[in-house]
């Protein structure tokens, strides 16, 4: 099996600032699909160039060198468990385990 990385992410579109001592949520100017893109690119490059620099892609950032370098990429039955229940959009652990995701938006 091989694993693939996969993140989650709770962001506001805005702040919280006070306002007569009181936190007041302020809505933010959306961002367009160009800026997005760009933030997207910046992080991939510093993600494959970190990950080329210790050593787990080869120069091109295209191949996967030493897997087994890695504990992660062992025979580990919680990364199994959270991986599947990830695709199915499952709860994978605690007391919910099971139990479809609460989906937001």
Same mark, same amino acid.
């Given at each position: 099996?091989?694993?693939?990385?996969?993140g989650?992410?709770?962001?506001l579109?805005?702040?919280?600032?006070?306002h %007569?001592?009181? @936190?007041? *949520?302020y809505?933010? #100017?959306?961002?367009?699909?160009?800026? /997005?893109?760009?933030?997207?690119?910046? !992080?991939?490059?510093?993600?494959i160039d970190?990950?080329?620099?210790?050593?787990?892609?080869?120069?091109?950032?295209?191949?996967v060198l030493?897997p %087994?370098?890695? @504990?992660? *990429?062992g025979?580990? #039955?919680a990364i199994?468990?959270?991986? /599947?229940?990830?695709?199915?959009?499952? !709860?994978?652990?605690?007391?919910?385990?099971g139990?479809?995701?609460?989906r937001?938006?």
């Amino acid at each position: 099996m091989q694993y693939q990385p996969l993140g989650h992410v709770l962001a506001l579109d805005g702040v919280y600032a006070r306002h %007569q001592e009181v @936190p007041r *949520f302020y809505n933010g #100017e959306p961002i367009s699909d160009c800026e /997005v893109g760009r933030l997207i690119e910046g !992080i991939a490059r510093k993600v494959i160039d970190h990950l080329k620099k210790k050593g787990y892609l080869d120069q091109d950032g295209t191949q996967v060198l030493h897997p %087994q370098s890695d @504990p992660l *990429f062992g025979d580990n #039955e919680a990364i199994r468990e959270a991986t /599947v229940s990830s695709i199915a959009g499952k !709860i994978a652990f605690g007391p919910n385990v099971g139990k479809y995701v609460t989906r937001i938006g």
